[in-house]
């Protein structure tokens, strides 16, 4: 029979042909939480009688949304998964080390063909490999941590075709946006989705994993980009659809002419070109994130920034997705560019992405970020307004202290 890359992975991880809708039990191949969700995965596996995760060299732990700990409370938080990770010798990676699906794919954690399962929703990075990839509740990696299995439903898949190369100064970012726009924040609920065509062979695997981030922005469960292309430091087997398997629904689209694009508050999929938010005032530009803090992403807002200053007025935030990225912007001259434009760089990890830590907005503020999510007072503030762009939109309209298409700075 004809399989999807979903069915496929889970027929292979499950002993049994897994179809579209069918609940199969699946060995992982690799699990993690963060600080928000480790201490209570932790609580949960002891309360299961859990005296050993199920495979040391197969679980992470990370400490990366509020980093350094900003009270007494995260603080502890930290402390009990310090001790975890000591006693069962787990991965573990502290402060400043990074964003978990940055260091997951960077410390090679996860690989193509795999099943991972995740404590956070953006688990669907690992897509842009070709693995599996699925953001759980804690109570649900505490019974992976117990057996090293879980239960899935099979979701059914969508594929999204792209063709043509993205326009200069048009990037990854500016993609996903798009597409979430026309399919919708609740348009794949639990569903797989599969980007295809030769838009997607040109891009990095940064701009890939930055099109699989945004696949929690759909509702989609998983989702894969097609490895013609991929490249990666060490040898792999591609896996994709089969020619003539099943879908819930197809979409093509022409992207050789997309210009920048725009999501407005308060949702993700409410997007539109850049023209309409021209001119809109701005107080505060953020770069960073599990999708857009790699150094493709410093580079593109470097550039924008070259031998400029950021407005007076205006505040320009960048957290790097890992020290490695933090290290290599240091090295070729980018994060001395970024700086000596204005920018402010902290520490690796998610910062005010998430409003736990670092880069609250005040009150009637207006952010435009890089960041995955603009919902009413995701980075911490109900009364701030959130736009989101890519890292080179950001830079530029900081820069002019107001919503700027970057053409007109490059």
């Known amino acids: 029979m004809k399989l999807t890359v979903a069915e496929k992975i889970l027929s292979l991880k499950s002993d049994r042909q897994a179809r579209a809708g069918e609940i199969v039990i699946a060995q992982v191949d690799g699990a993690m939480a963060t600080d928000t969700t480790a201490p209570l995965a932790i609580k949960a596996f002891e309360e299961m009688g859990g005296q050993q995760v199920w495979d040391a060299a197969r679980f992470a732990l990370v400490i990366d949304h509020a980093a350094p700990a900003p009270n007494e409370r995260i603080a502890n938080l930290h402390y009990t998964m310090r001790a975890f990770a000591a006693q069962q010798g787990v991965h573990f990676f502290e402060i400043g080390q990074g964003i978990c699906h940055q260091l997951m794919i960077e410390k090679q954690l996860v690989r193509p063909g795999n099943l991972f399962v995740g404590a956070d929703s953006h688990t669907s990075t690992y897509g842009a490999v070709g693995a ?108 994709w659809a089969d020619e003539g398997a099943s879908y819930a629904a197809a979409f093509e689209y022409d992207v050789s002419q997309l210009q920048p694009q725009i999501a407005a508050p308060e949702s993700p999929d409410n997007v539109s070109d850049i023209t309409p938010h021209l001119g809109k005032p701005i107080h505060y530009a953020f770069i960073g994130t599990c999708g857009n803090g790699r150094l493709e992403d410093l580079r593109a807002a470097a550039e924008v920034v ?52 670092e880069g609250v907005p005040a009150d009637g503020e207006r952010v435009i970020s890089a960041a995955n999510r603009n919902f009413r007072g995701r980075m911490g503030n109900p009364r701030a307004e959130i736009y989101l762009a890519a890292p080179a939109t950001v830079a530029a309209s900081a820069i002019a202290g107001e919503i700027t298409h970057p053409k007109y700075l490059l």
């Open 132 to 239: 599996m990839a699925c953001g759980i509740g804690s109570t649900d990696l505490a019974a992976v941590m117990l057996t090293g299995k879980i239960w899935l439903k099979t979701p059914r898949s969508i594929r999204i075709t792209c063709h043509g190369p993205l326009p200069a100064g048009v990037h990854p970012k500016d993609l996903i946006l798009f597409l979430t726009g026309r399919i919708g924040i609740s348009g794949a609920t639990y569903q797989s989705v599969e980007f295809d065509g030769d838009t997607f062979a040109y891009m990095t695997l940064a701009g890939r994993m930055c099109v699989a981030n945004m696949l929690a922005e759909m509702g989609a469960k998983t989702g894969f980009i097609h490895p013609a292309g991929l490249t990666l430091d060490y040898p792999f087997e591609p896996l």
């Open 306 to 357: 070259q031998g400029k200053k950021i407005k007076p007025g205006v505040r320009f935030v960048i957290a790097p997705a890992s020290k490695s990225v933090l290290l290599d912007a240091m090295l070729d001259g980018t994060a001395y560019t970024l700086v000596e434009a204005g920018a402010t760089i902290i520490s690796p990890g998610c910062g005010p992405c998430v409003g736990t830590h």
